[in-house]
């Protein structure tokens, strides 16, 4: 696999932004990634995604959330519904003359799922991948969380989060990532969480009129997101061209995890089915 690089990709918001060419792109992608990682994860790390979309005739596009990689901002700190604005302003500053792909994975995929809801013009296609998103909230739910960000927005949940441990279970990979210095370990903050609620309450109240073709991934073993709910939105949306996959044993980073291979295989296989066939 050869080297990639690359290229700023500018949209109007203060987020670092990147382009990855194919060398005669067919199609392109939207990659948004999770909570406490970073776009360029996904070149080097994660099945070394990136390279092998861009291979497959894929354009790949990525911006890093709020306070990761490269993106300003206090560490972890994130205003999910403004992640979502940012990723509705990078798609709208994507070339219109190439079919448009989505892929979100944890965070990612929420946001990726707010940005679809809000607007599905243009998109051919997505995949959630272990998807952040919440069940419905309850009213004492949303009155904690808009309290405790009101008093520290930046404050750890009082909660626990799983350690690396809950992402894979590949001994060398959690040596990788423990060893990422630009990963963000801390806990989730009291933002984040507000705001997690009101986009997750924002695609259920929307989830019928999802008309994109959509792949759903998520491990039954993920202890960082809960599965079912994948499960949830899948059956929720009106499209008519919609897929689950969940995968027995499966951990958070699935592309990561001991059965890679297999998810790798049912994603490009998927993937492929409604990319433009070469001429």
Not at 105 to 126: E, M, P, W, Y
Not at 185 to 201: E, H, I, P, R
Not at 251 to 259: G, K, S, Y
């Amino acid at each position: 696999m050869v080297e990639i690089k690359s290229a700023p990709f500018i949209i109007d918001a203060p987020v670092a932004g990147y382009l990855f060419k194919a060398k005669n792109p067919k199609a392109q992608i939207l990659l948004q990634h999770g909570y406490g990682e970073y776009t360029k994860r996904y070149v080097t790390q994660y099945s070394k995604l990136i390279p092998k979309l861009v291979e497959r005739g894929f354009d790949v596009y990525g911006i890093d959330l709020e306070g990761h990689g490269n993106t300003a901002g206090e560490r972890g700190l994130i205003d999910v519904q403004q992640a979502v604005e940012h990723h509705l302003l990078a798609r709208a500053a994507m070339p219109t003359t190439l079919p448009t792909f989505l892929f979100g994975h944890s965070l990612g995929g929420l946001v990726t799922a707010g940005s679809i809801t809000r607007d599905q013009s243009n998109i051919t296609a997505a995949i959630i991948s272990s998807s952040a998103m919440q069940t419905p909230s309850k009213l004492w739910e949303r009155s904690l969380a808009k309290v405790m960000t009101a008093i520290a927005p930046s404050g750890p949940l009082p909660l626990p989060r799983p350690g690396i441990e809950a992402l894979t279970r590949d001994a060398e990979l959690l040596k990788v990532i423990e060893a990422d210095s630009e990963m963000f370990k801390g806990k989730a903050k009291n933002k984040v969480a507000k705001t997690t609620l009101a986009v997750s309450d924002g695609v259920w109240a929307d989830a019928s009129n999802w008309l994109v073709p959509t792949l759903f991934i998520h491990g039954d073993q993920d202890t960082s997101t809960n599965f079912e709910n994948s499960v949830s939105l899948h059956k929720a949306i009106g499209s008519k061209d919609k897929t689950l996959k969940v995968y027995e044993g499966g951990f958070h980073e699935l592309l990561n995890d001991t059965i890679a291979a297999k998810v790798e295989k049912d994603f490009f296989a998927w993937l492929d089915a409604r990319k433009p066939k070469s001429k």
